[in-house]
């Protein structure tokens, strides 16, 4: 490791320690508050401890915003606070906001490439401190989600990583095999219609996994 990425680290790990002061480990399960898919998942609600994969219905800008936002979502229910390691820093803030997720709440870590994302997520997992970990990432092999499974198990922290693509190419990527303990797929319904001319408002995501296709039935 380079003497400038172990200083970047170091600085990451004050950063954090100030901010969150002492370990929360959570144990246990993170409910949806929807029986239907509450009632499939082991223990009732999302594992804390554990890898989670969240990636749009399809490779445009829409679907990648509903992954990043349905992350949002869980992370905003969560206790301490979120680190969300990205390369692109278009995350819109009024979002997050609007989901429940507010900026003050979130450490922004912004790398070069996604291998340094992965570097950061297991980083911030390892250190115990936060609520859930959130990576934006394209490509998520194997041996990199049990690196991110192991850490998550460590500490009991919540490692979510959002699949965002530029092209449909990638997308591919998702039905490759991962360590993640689930694996979700969100869309956005079309908007609800109005009685007059205009913008509709937002329908709510529709929510499918690989993990447990009982949920898209």
């Known amino acids: 490791m380079s003497a400038a990425r172990e200083t970047v680290l170091a600085d990451l790990r004050q950063r954090i320690s100030a901010l969150e002061g002492c370990g929360a480990k959570q144990a246990g399960c993170l409910p949806f508050g929807v029986a239907e898919i509450d009632r499939i998942l082991p223990g009732g609600g999302l594992a804390h401890g554990a890898l989670h994969e969240i990636a749009g219905g399809g490779s445009g800008t829409v679907d990648g915003a509903a992954a990043a936002l349905f992350a949002a979502g869980i992370a905003a229910r969560s206790k301490g606070k979120i680190a969300w390691c990205l390369t692109r820093p278009d995350l819109f803030f009024p979002a997050l906001a609007q989901a429940g997720l507010h900026p003050d709440r979130v450490v922004f870590i912004e790398d070069e490439k996604e291998?340094?994302?992965?570097?950061?997520?297991?980083?911030?997992?390892?250190?115990?401190?936060?609520?859930?970990?959130?990576?934006?990432?394209?490509?998520?092999?194997?041996?990199?989600?049990?690196?991110?499974?192991?850490?998550?198990?460590?500490?009991?922290?919540?490692?979510?990583?959002?699949?965002?693509?530029?092209?449909?190419?990638?997308?591919?990527?998702?039905?490759?095999?991962?360590?993640?303990?689930?694996?979700?797929?969100?869309?956005?319904?079309?908007?609800?219609?109005?009685?007059?001319?205009?913008?509709?408002?937002?329908?709510?995501?529709?929510?499918?996994?690989?993990?447990?296709?009982?949920?898209?039935?």
């Open 115 to 217: 291998e340094d994302v992965l570097a950061s997520m297991e980083e911030c997992l390892s250190f115990g401190g936060l609520g859930v970990v959130v990576g934006e990432l394209v490509r998520l092999p194997m041996t990199a989600s049990r690196r991110l499974q192991l850490a998550a198990e460590k500490t009991g922290t919540m490692a979510i990583a959002v699949r965002r693509w530029r092209r449909q190419t990638e997308a591919n990527d998702f039905g490759q095999p991962t360590a993640s303990t689930t694996r979700w797929r969100v869309s956005v319904l079309p908007s609800e219609q109005l009685p007059v001319p205009g913008l509709g408002r937002a329908r709510a995501f529709q929510v499918l996994t690989e993990a447990y296709p009982a949920l898209s039935k």
